[in-house]
């Protein structure tokens, strides 16, 4: 490779200002563990190790490898430390046996979502936070059925169907994206990523009325566990009855659902709500509307129908749409991808990366 005078200052300059922190981050968000990226670069585990923790810096060599093997410009390795996202603070679902490797990788990128709308924000004006008016701490089944119809009343959302949840997060001032890199052990996750209220939505799962389930159940941390460790399996439980709550209201539900176990009829309500039949059954058993035993039969019926993996008249998938609409913005008054791009670190592919997923295209 031919470099020009001004390629090599360049890249001395990044080599100075060299941000250890930013090599751990690319290489997270890219799933490699240390091994895997020395083998690439053409370098050990150790050397990796030694320069993410800023024992040493990269020569020119080295550093033109890393740049190329992790898809990031030069300059990448040279900006400012990223904004913390630790584990302790992260409300996942179903992390116990997730890779460690899986959970650092969605957690990186999560960070680099973040980077790109901080940078979106000084230019396009974002919903304001409609999550803090509403906080208040809920740890018990009975709290989180009261929060429930507290948020739908302070959102002035009736009693009726929600036709978007991932929409809604977002007018009320959330940041729902989607992340590559979720395996059937880790589902949806949020966290408060600087003063933002973020929910990370995997794109590699296809279920509808999941996505609307999973949506609502992060809101319900962002709402009501902000500080609280994460992972404890009675606020899983709460989070997933304040899901159920808020999309399927207690006093609409229960003039709605039959009193036996009837699929047409449940599969009518699907339709309307846009909520898994299992979710449903569930609620069912929940309100008193159906017996233990009524609730397990349905849950073997499922089974037989083949329903746990892929239930019929599942309802579209939403996706968000905020971040995609701010850049639209920003290129209909005359910057290019490539001009926004280039005014980040990232580079114009892990920007489209960022900004489009693999479920959508620019």
């Known amino acids: 490779m031919n470099l020009s005078v001004t390629d090599l200052d360049s890249i001395s300059d990044t080599i100075k200002a060299f941000n250890p922190s930013r090599l751990q981050l690319a290489r997270e968000a890219a799933g490699l563990e240390s091994k895997a990226l020395a083998a690439m670069v053409g370098t050990t585990a150790s050397a990796i190790s030694q320069l993410e923790h800023g024992d040493t ?3 020119i060599e080295t550093l033109l490898r890393l740049s190329f093997a992790l898809g990031v410009p030069t300059r990448f390795f040279a900006a400012p430390a990223p904004v ?3 584990f302790d603070t992260c409300h996942f679902r179903r992390l116990r046996g997730a890779p460690k490797g899986e959970q650092r990788a969605v957690v990186a ?4 979502v973040h980077e790109v709308l901080e940078y ?4 396009v004006q974002f919903p304001a936070d409609g999550v803090t008016p509403v906080q208040r701490p809920a740890v018990t089944i009975e709290e989180a059925e009261e929060l429930a119809q507290n948020v739908r009343d302070a959102w002035k959302l009736g009693r009726g169907p929600i036709p978007d949840m991932v929409g809604l997060l977002e007018v009320h001032g959330v940041i729902p994206v989607e992340v590559a890199g979720h395996s ?6 949020s966290a408060w990523v600087g003063s933002w209220p973020m929910v990370f939505l995997s794109i590699d799962k296809g279920s509808g009325s999941r996505r609307r389930f999973d949506a609502a159940h992060e809101l319900a941390h962002l709402i009501a566990h902000r500080g609280c460790p994460p992972g404890d399996a009675e606020l899983e439980n709460v989070a997933n009855r304040f899901a159920s709550a808020f999309l399927l209201p207690a006093e609409p539900f229960i003039a709605e659902c039959p009193q036996r176990l009837f699929w047409p009829a449940l599969r009518a309500l699907k339709l309307r709500w846009g909520v898994s039949l299992q979710a449903i059954v569930r609620r069912a058993r929940d309100l008193g509307i159906f017996s233990e035993a009524t609730y397990r039969r349905a849950h073997v019926q499922i089974g037989q129908f083949g329903w746990r993996q892929v239930e019929p008249d599942e309802p579209p998938m939403e996706h968000p749409s905020l971040i995609r609409t701010a850049v639209e ?3 209909m008054h005359g910057r290019s991808v490539d001009n926004i791009a280039a005014d980040l670190p990232l580079g114009e592919r ?3 990366e960022v900004v489009w997923p693999a479920s959508q295209s620019a």
Do not use: N, V
């Open 57 to 59: 810096r990269p020569r």
């Open 84 to 86: 913390p996202l630790p």
């Open 109 to 112: 990128r999560g960070r680099l």
């Open 120 to 123: 979106l924000s000084e230019i």
């Open 184 to 189: 059937d052990k880790l589902d949806a996750f």
């Open 329 to 331: 913005q920003i290129r």
């Open 350 to 352: 892990l920007f489209r």
